[in-house]
């Protein structure tokens, strides 16, 4: 008997039917004698319903009242989960993330978990009960509801996973795996049998949509074996693990984002710490900063570029530009039209023919970059954002057709 | 300074304008230097909307499950309220009742208030914030969430009230006051400015809709000073008090109620406790009975007749069949086509032309009585369902047209 976590996600709930979808596939699973826990996501468009509620009544709601309406998303899912396993004859039971006790700090909208109190599923596990658990959500040490921002759902998977030490821990999606690059841009794009948890992280981290960093970094830590798989059709999905069974001799994949938006700060003074004064600064306000680039500028000054996410950019200005006199910088170039490409794949940076090939299918296709960026098993380059699918074809094609 | 507690039901959060009315009545009171704690409903349909996916998913969800979807409903209407204070400027927090600690008993869909936390609604309070809780809702010993059944949100209200010994307890509703009858059905039904937890209380549990009898007998207890208003109109409303000002000479009003169904066990056989025997099986299944009649009946044996709301009515004769043998009945007669009509008033037992008066407006517009049933200030008849909008009119005409 094995403890299986499953998560499925809001397109996979969005109605009755997927409801009752779902609750065949966790029903199976259990009726295999394997202990069950579900972790669900708000209903398809629930969430944008319920912040265009908000959005009636205050056009800047705080986080912590934003928190408590898009709680009730996930209560809705699993509630009804738990209705369809119950009209099957199944025992279950549904509960809130205060219920379980998954304690997190008190960031709103963007709370970590730091705990997962263990009393509550257990008992019902003990019972066998099948536990549906509200995705995205936690409680923090003042009894408030928060959310975990962007991958939460994934991320309350995983954890809960690593909290009960799961066989397995599956994420059903609306796709049926993890692929080379993403198949609406270029039809003939692979799906992968399995991955490694560093080609996921960068997969994920540059844009590939199917599973948030958070996520697999968390996996990664705990050693969460992670499947990723689809909720409409039945058929092995990719699993995410340590080490691939096959040492490989391609890239695992091309990730394109194009959610990014670009800060350059011209013409900074040139006093010590000012990057350390810059990024400490946006990480109180809780801002993700991605690709940085340092460069000289003009007449003994120095210029920092840097990527965020586009919806944090606004946001960015503000805060930058309350600081101008501290920081001393002559003006701030934000570009919100740019997007990024890149290729992941263990090994790569130690064989150095792989980045030239992916500049090279840049050059060909006429593609400008403008900054490029590498990890050890990743490399990307920002482009304009309307050279990205054509970026995108032209890097896998040469990766996965022409050998 | 003094500390208010407000409740807005459904229809006064229907939507954002509602809300933001809503918002507007709170602020004037917190602004003029009270402490206030708002109770509020589900907005319009929701519970209708949440009640009809679970219904695609399972028709016979259990009642532990339901209360897990449906809790969502009061969650949404705080957060949202919250968020209108705040565009407003003014310190507010919502609360779900499992964060206040409204400890109520583990009957789903019927739970009972036990006790009330105050630690953090005193917190908040401290801080200045207006306080926004969740109606009908409360959390049991297990940490599961439970619904208050019908009239939970006054019912949270008035047990908030008792709770933190408010100084007034505000129920907003869509009408402006309490009626001598149904305004609806007789459109020159009067306001009244005041009336006293018993009539209110003989008047809710005979259908008046715009108090639960739950909430006034609570409030009675704890002598909590009721207000019904309406949050449309700003005028004031219907004071429920100890003891009303004026003696009055007349009944407080005429109500009616046509949400109940009768069900005849005919042919018991004399068996002592025969009566005992069936409520207490109903009462275990937390059916409310109300007027009780048993007669004899023909060669014998004797039959008992009941009502029982309507929605009950189903699940009544179900359970009287399972347990057809250890009762030894020959047969069930339901019927949901009745209704009743009551009027209610101080003294009115103690004059005896009053009830008469009820029976000669009967007999004059020709209604026919099934049975009938009194308390100390209260007369109620039970008619064909089809004859209860004549009979409310001619009674009230009688009582309030002819002096």
């Not at 029903?27 to 629930?46: F, K, M, P, R, W």
């Not at 509630?79 to 709103?108: D, F, K, N, T």
């Amino acid at each position: 008997m094995s403890l299986i976590v499953q998560k499925f996600g809001g397109s996979s709930v969005r109605d009755a039917e997927r409801v009752r979808n779902v609750a065949r596939i966790i029903a199976e699973t259990y009726l295999q004698g394997n202990d069950v826990i579900v972790v669900l996501s708000a209903q398809g468009d629930t969430t944008d319903d319920l912040l265009a509620k908000a959005q009636e009544v205050n056009q800047k709601p705080s986080k912590r009242e934003l928190d408590m309406l898009l709680a009730t998303g996930e209560q809705v899912s699993v509630a009804l989960c738990a209705m369809a396993l119950e009209a099957m004859g199944l025992p279950c039971v549904s509960l809130a993330a205060w219920q379980v006790g998954i304690r997190s700090s008190s960031v709103h909208a963007d709370a970590r978990i730091k705990k997962i109190d263990a009393e509550r599923i257990q008992a019902e596990l003990d019972q066998h009960r099948i536990v549906i658990v509200t995705g995205f959500q936690g409680v923090d040490r003042n009894g408030d509801i928060t959310t975990l921002g962007r991958g939460g759902s994934d991320t309350s998977a995983v954890a809960l996973a690593a909290a009960f030490r799961a066989d397995l821990c599956q994420i059903y999606t609306d796709v049926d795996g993890v692929y080379t690059t993403d198949p609406r841009v270029v039809p003939n794009a692979k799906k992968l049998d399995e991955i490694t948890y560093d080609e996921m992280l960068e997969l994920a981290s540059q844009g590939a949509q199917v599973l948030h960093n958070r996520s697999v970094e968390l996996a990664k830590k705990f050693r969460v074996k992670l499947e990723v798989l689809s909720s409409l059709e039945r058929k092995p999905g990719t699993k995410v693990k340590e080490v691939t069974k096959v040492e490989k001799s391609n890239i695992a994949g091309v990730a394109k984002d194009t959610s990014i938006a670009r800060v350059a700060l011209v013409g900074l003074q040139h006093n010590p710490g000012v990057a350390f004064q810059v990024f400490d600064l946006l990480s109180k306000h809780n801002i993700n900063v991605d690709v940085i680039l340092q460069s000289i500028g003009r007449e003994d000054t120095k210029d920092i570029t840097f990527t965020v996410h586009r919806k944090d950019l606004q946001e960015v200005e503000d805060i930058l530009n309350q600081h101008k006199e501290a920081l001393r910088f002559d003006h701030l170039e934000p570009d919100d039209s740019i997007g990024k490409v890149s290729i992941v794949g263990v090994g790569l940076m130690s064989n150095c023919g792989v980045a030239a090939k992916m500049f090279e299918a840049l050059y060909e296709a006429g593609v400008n970059i403008q900054m490029i960026n590498t990890s050890e098993i990743r490399v990307s380059v920002l482009l304009d954002e309307e050279d990205v699918n054509r970026a995108v074809k032209a890097i896998h094609a040469k990766f996965f057709d022409e050998n």
